[in-house]
């Protein structure tokens, strides 16, 4: 099989890379190692930026999102029993829209699909050949036959534990890790919100967040320790310590429910670079990983992919520019490392640390009561909240 750009992985970075690209009249193929259904299965971020909203418009995936999305204005920060509300739009101009990252991957599988894009699932073993030549090749199994993917340019949109960077010589590539000391169990119920809005709760016993997917189906989370095990967190114990972690009147207004899907995170932050090695480009978790504390993780695929679909586009263009590929990786990860500053500061900012001393309790404290008195401070997190720009 012959394409232009060949893409590993059929999460939303290459989903939506293809979808960027077929518009543009430039062809490739996507190759998953998982099915359908377990893609459409993974439970993911659900706060888009304005970017991302923006892209998947031009990329003619809005149509259910638009109608769908619930528009936030603001966010909650929580301490104590004090509620304080970031007016995001007075304060910056722009909001985020609450649609889960399950709905934006079928979107574009849908989308893909309608344009007979070709998207292989459960295409196993896949390595990447002949990549110091002009003709690299993706080779891989699938029902038991072998397969071959001739492409000018690979995107590897595989994920933290893909194959991709594999690929990039440990003599090129440069990583950067920390891992947190805890984790986020979360619960998704067939419950009405407890607010309109995201609530970040800092409390002594541990971080929590009141999220939401619909005006119906609400996502929450609290702080656990690393190595928790799910089989210990029944539902019901999961709504007491919810309840004790939020200000007392939402605690008093939350419903509870069942869980239809419960999960442990663990909390990272990485970056490896550079994000190009010859023709192989690193987009999304293949090439960092955030916190979920401030919603980055998807936005920051959708902006690599913002500038890899740029670059693809002017390479392909009648003067087949090459300048937009080779500061693909500086332009990403000027906003990458942005990004990662954000979510680190967030996390430290709400999170109770193991070897937390009561100087460290009372300087986050004092930290939470300037963001909430300054109007500058806030200004700052909502810039990067609602996304920096591309």
Same mark, same amino acid.
């Given at each position: 099989?012959?394409?232009?750009?060949?893409?590993?992985?059929?999460?939303?970075?290459?989903?939506? $890379?293809?979808?960027? +690209?077929? +518009?543009?009249?430039?062809?490739?193929?996507?190759?998953?190692?998982?099915?359908?259904?377990?893609?459409?299965?993974?439970?993911?971020?659900?706060?888009?930026?304005?970017?991302?909203?923006?892209?998947?418009?031009?990329?003619?995936?809005?149509?259910?999102?638009?109608?769908?999305?619930?528009?936030?204005?603001?966010?909650?920060?929580?301490?104590?029993?004090?509620?304080?509300?970031?007016?995001?739009?007075?304060?910056?101009?722009?909001?985020?829209?609450?649609?889960?990252?399950?709905?934006?991957?079928?979107?574009?599988?849908?989308?893909?699909?309608?344009?007979?894009?070709?998207?292989?699932?459960?295409? #196993?073993?896949?390595?990447?050949?002949?990549?110091?030549?002009?003709?690299?090749?993706?080779?891989?199994?699938?029902?038991?036959?072998?397969?071959?993917?001739?492409?000018?340019?690979?995107?590897?949109?595989?994920?933290?534990?893909?194959?991709?960077?594999?690929?990039?010589? #440990?003599?090129?590539?440069?990583?950067?890790?920390?891992?947190?000391?805890?984790?986020?169990?979360?619960?998704?119920?067939?419950?009405?919100?407890?607010?309109?809005? +995201?609530?970040?709760?800092?409390?002594?016993?541990?971080?929590? $967040?009141?999220?939401?997917?619909?005006?119906?189906?609400?996502r929450y989370y609290i702080q656990c320790p690393f190595d928790a095990s799910l089989e210990e967190w029944t539902d019901e114990r999961f709504w007491?310590?919810?309840?004790?972690?939020?200000?007392?009147?939402?605690?008093?207004?939350?419903?509870?429910?069942?869980?239809?899907?419960?999960?442990?995170?663990?909390?990272?932050?990485?970056?490896? #670079?550079?994000?190009?090695?010859?023709?192989?480009?690193?987009?999304?978790?293949?090439?960092?990983?955030?916190?979920?504390?401030?919603?980055?993780?998807?936005?920051?695929?959708?902006?690599?992919?913002?500038?890899l679909s740029e670059a693809l586009i002017a390479y392909y263009g009648k003067d087949s520019d090459t300048a937009r590929m080779d500061s693909y990786?500086?332009?990403?990860?000027?906003?990458?490392?942005?990004?990662?500053?954000?979510?680190?500061?967030?996390?430290?900012?709400?999170?109770?640390?193991?070897?937390?001393?009561?100087?460290?309790?009372?300087?986050?404290?004092?930290?939470?009561?300037?963001?909430?008195?300054?109007?500058?401070?806030?200004?700052?997190?909502?810039?990067?909240?609602?996304? +920096?720009?591309?």
């Open positions: 099989m012959r394409t232009q750009v060949g893409i590993i992985g059929a999460g939303p970075s290459g989903l939506l $890379l293809s979808q960027l +690209l077929h +518009l543009r009249g430039i062809e490739s193929v996507i190759l998953e190692l998982r099915s359908r259904d377990y893609v459409l299965g993974r439970i993911r971020a659900g706060v888009l930026e304005q970017g991302m909203v923006d892209m998947l418009r031009k990329a003619g995936v809005a149509e259910r999102l638009d109608r769908e999305g619930l528009v936030h204005d603001g966010v909650e920060i929580c301490f104590g029993d004090r509620r304080h509300r970031i007016d995001l739009r007075k304060l910056t101009g722009k909001a985020v829209t609450i649609y889960g990252q399950t709905e934006v991957t079928k979107d574009l599988m849908d989308a893909r699909e309608a344009m007979g894009g070709t998207v292989i699932y459960e295409a #196993e073993q896949v390595k990447i050949e002949d990549l110091g030549t002009d003709l690299p090749r993706l080779t891989y199994t699938h029902d038991g036959q072998a397969g071959e993917v001739a492409c000018d340019f690979i995107a590897g949109c595989d994920g933290f534990h893909g194959v991709s960077r594999r690929y990039i010589p #440990e003599s090129v590539l440069k990583t950067h890790e920390r891992v947190y000391p805890f984790g986020w169990l979360g619960i998704l119920s067939e419950t009405p919100p407890v607010s309109n809005e +995201l609530i970040y709760v800092n409390h002594w016993r541990g971080f929590a $967040l009141c999220s939401m997917r619909s005006t119906s189906r609400s007491d310590e919810l309840r004790v972690r939020l200000p007392s009147d939402a605690a008093e207004r939350i419903t509870m429910g069942p869980s239809i899907e419960k999960s442990i995170a663990p909390l990272r932050s990485f970056v490896a #670079e550079p994000m190009r090695h010859k023709r192989l480009f690193l987009a999304g978790d293949a090439a960092h990983i955030v916190p979920p504390t401030g919603a980055k993780g998807l936005n920051l695929a959708a902006s690599d992919i913002h500038y990786s500086a332009d990403c990860l000027g906003r990458i490392w942005k990004a990662e500053r954000f979510s680190w500061w967030m996390t430290s900012l709400l999170h109770k640390f193991p070897d937390q001393s009561s100087f460290d309790r009372g300087v986050q404290l004092a930290e939470l009561d300037y963001l909430t008195g300054s109007v500058a401070a806030q200004t700052a997190l909502a810039e990067s909240y609602v996304g +920096l720009p591309y």
